[in-house]
């Protein structure tokens, strides 16, 4: 190990051209050169890419593995179902202005998610000196990788949306031309019928109305794209991972992180008035896939080393593309699409509420940083 330092030192101080300087230079700044060796030799320390020198315990390991997954899968599916009990629970509807503090509140949990959690993971998995210098030392991939996806995501909300829109507008006037109107008291029936369906079998839905219907299912499912990409990442490295002293700290992280990303999620859900059997579906995929990644890490831990190329450019640019979806929903289609809401514009009260919650979510996401 001393050897391998001094022959970077000697390489090193050979690139900066130290040997070049004259000597009486380097007699008047000895600080500099102190300073210049301990921070060489410092860089050589951490140059490394053996297994960390962690307590590793992998019966205690495997009891918070365990522990991990049983409260992840109860926190997320509580977190999304409970914006879906608002056709119960009347003061969990859309309708209701604490709905907009609550999502606010998980919109902060998601963005921080990407901004202070995920793009960090990204920058350190894709910045190792594990990797090759080229081309990995030479372009922010992190960055770019995000950035596209985040672009990405736009264009899919675009045109999944314009898609949806025009299928819709094509459709409409055929099933109002078909539709037989024999007199007011069945027109009134039919009229009543369809709001307390909210279906658009009868015509009298507005195009307004279907647009917005539309937008909040495009938004769902890329959302929920972004977070299960996410959410497999961090279950591998939790159940592939044997160090207690690790794990410890993430079981109430993650936790807390899958209950409110899972109200974020179910909030949508539940603006995008999807069918049963989707509801469902959407739920259990995101309740089930952090406890899914913690069962294949779990299953590799064996095999697994964090610290190989592989693993980090696949954790690096997987972790970065979530991170660029997450900010962009968090910002764009969940925080802008209410905070610019005509009735949030004209209430100052949910205004304030509102913004406090963000601030709240957001805030809290980012002081849990400081432990895992």
């Not at 159940?239 to 990303?261: D, N």
């Not at 968090?330 to 963000?358: E, H, T, W």
Request: with cysteine; net charge negative; hydrophobic share 45%.
């Amino acid at each position: 190990m001393a050897g391998s330092i001094l022959w970077y030192t000697h390489v090193t101080m050979k690139n900066m051209n130290i040997y070049q300087y004259p000597i009486e230079k380097l007699r008047v700044q000895p600080v500099g050169l102190i300073v210049a060796f301990a921070v060489m030799a410092t860089l050589a320390a951490e140059c490394t890419c053996d297994e960390e020198d962690e307590e590793r315990d992998r019966s205690k390991a495997l009891r918070y593995k365990i522990a991990a997954l049983v409260s992840i899968l109860v926190a997320s599916a509580i977190g999304v179902c409970l914006p879906l009990l608002g056709k119960v629970i009347p003061a969990l509807s859309p309708e209701k202005d604490i709905f907009f503090i609550i999502k606010a509140f998980a919109a902060g949990v998601i963005l921080s998610t990407g901004f202070i959690h995920v793009l960090p993971d990204a920058f350190e998995n894709l910045t190792s000196p594990c990797l090759n210098e080229h081309p990995w030392g030479d372009f922010p991939f992190t960055g770019f990788v995000a950035m596209c996806t985040a672009m990405g995501t736009l264009m899919v909300d675009t045109y999944a949306t314009a898609y949806f829109q025009n299928h819709y507008s094509k459709r409409a006037p055929a099933q109002v031309e078909s539709q037989t109107t024999p007199d007011v008291e069945n027109e009134e029936h039919t009229h009543v019928h369809a709001h307390a369906s909210h279906s658009h079998a009868h015509g009298h839905i507005s195009f307004d109305q279907s647009s917005e219907l539309l937008r909040h299912r495009v938004i769902s499912q890329v959302l929920e794209l972004g977070i299960i990409v996410h959410s497999v990442i961090i279950g591998i490295s939790l159940g592939a991972s044997e160090s207690p002293k690790t794990i410890r700290p993430l079981v109430a992280a993650l936790t807390f992180h899958q209950f409110f990303e899972g109200m974020g999620l179910g909030s949508c859900i539940t603006q995008a008035n999807f069918k049963s059997l989707s509801i469902t579906i959407m739920g259990l995929f995101f309740a089930l896939t952090t406890p899914v990644g913690i069962g294949i890490g779990l299953g590799i831990s064996n095999v697994y080393d964090e610290n190989s190329p592989t693993a980090l450019i696949f954790e690096g640019i997987f972790n970065a593309a979530s991170a660029g979806i997450l900010i962009y929903m968090a910002l764009v289609d969940l925080l802008a699409a209410d905070f610019m809401n005509p009735r949030m514009q004209k209430n100052g009260r949910l205004q304030l509420g509102s913004n406090i919650s963000l601030l709240l979510g957001a805030g809290c996401m980012s002081l849990i940083a400081k432990w895992a």
